[in-house]
């Protein structure tokens, strides 16, 4: 028996749309398939992190086809949810129309992590496991939030 259920759209936005959007995206895409359809995208795009693709890679996720794009690049999709993941996208994001409910979820940003390579990579790893956890709650956990 075959499920004609709409997937619940989701656009996971920060500024750079290098690291936590395209982890989140690459998340959902690899946890929530059958039930988010997973975007991601930036204030001002800036490349998709190579240690983010690292860090997704190590956890059997190949984001590595990823690009960055503008949000605005989205305007045509009508979301369910557009899930800001840093300060500066929840402030910069714009009004979206339609039924998308605007939810803000910061995580901390590995992208200026300083030290030797494995403590940056520890830093990207932790992330990355947050934003894991997240994921695996959804599209249950964003029906209360606001």
Known sequence: MTENK????VLFICTGNACRSQI???????????SIEAYSAGVRPIGVSSRA??????????IS???SQHLSEFADIEFD????LCDNA???CPVFGGKA???????????????????VMMEFREVREEIRAFVESMPESLESSK
């Open 90 to 92: 929840a402030q910069s």
């Open 101 to 119: 409910k605007v939810i803000h979820r910061p995580f901390h940003d590995p992208y200026f992590a300083e030290g030797t390579k494995e403590e």
């Open 65 to 67: 086809w990823h690009k």
């Open 53 to 62: 693709i690292e860090s997704m890679a190590e956890a059997g996720v190949d």
């Open 24 to 34: 989140a995206e690459g998340w959902a895409r690899h946890l929530k398939s059958a």
């Open 6 to 9: 709409e997937k619940t759209k």
């Open 81 to 84: 949810y557009v899930i800001t």
